[in-house]
C-alpha cells in the first residue's frame, strides 16, 4: 500500500489524512482498488493475530486497525458495502464501541 502512495503521493489524504472518497472517477476507481487490497491486508492481520500468541507481536493489527477506520472514510465504505468479505475486520470494529460500525 504505501509503495502506491509512495508512486501517488496525492493519495496519502485517502488513506491517512480522513479525505473523503474522491469524486473524480480515476482518482476514485485508484483509491477503491487500494482501499480493497487494504480491507483485505487488515482484516488477515486481524485474523492471524487471533491465533497468534501475543509474544510474536502482531498485536500492532488491532490498533492499526482502528486508527484506520477513522482515518480512511474510502476504508469505511468498503467495509459497510461488503461486510462479508471482512469479517474480521468488521467483528474487531464492533467490538470497539468508538469505532462501531
Not at 18 to 24: E, K, L, R
Not at 59 to 80: I, N, S
Not at 87 to 100: E, G, M, Q, Y
Request: with cysteine.
Amino acid at each position: 500500500m504505501d509503495g502506491f502512495i509512495a508512486e501517488h503521493p496525492s493519495l496519502y489524504e485517502y488513506f491517512y489524512g480522513g479525505a473523503p472518497i474522491p469524486q473524480d472517477p480515476e482518482q476514485r476507481a485508484r483509491v477503491m482498488a487500494l482501499v480493497n487490497i487494504l480491507a483485505d491486508s487488515i482484516d488477515y492481520g486481524l485474523m492471524t493475530t487471533a491465533v497468534t500468541p501475543a509474544v510474536l507481536g502482531y498485536e500492532g493489527w488491532r490498533e492499526f486497525a482502528v486508527v484506520m477506520r477513522r482515518d480512511c472514510p474510502a476504508l469505511v465504505h468498503a467495509v459497510k458495502e461488503n461486510p462479508g468479505f471482512y469479517p474480521a475486520l468488521v467483528k474487531h470494529w464492533n467490538a470497539n464501541p468508538a469505532t462501531a460500525l
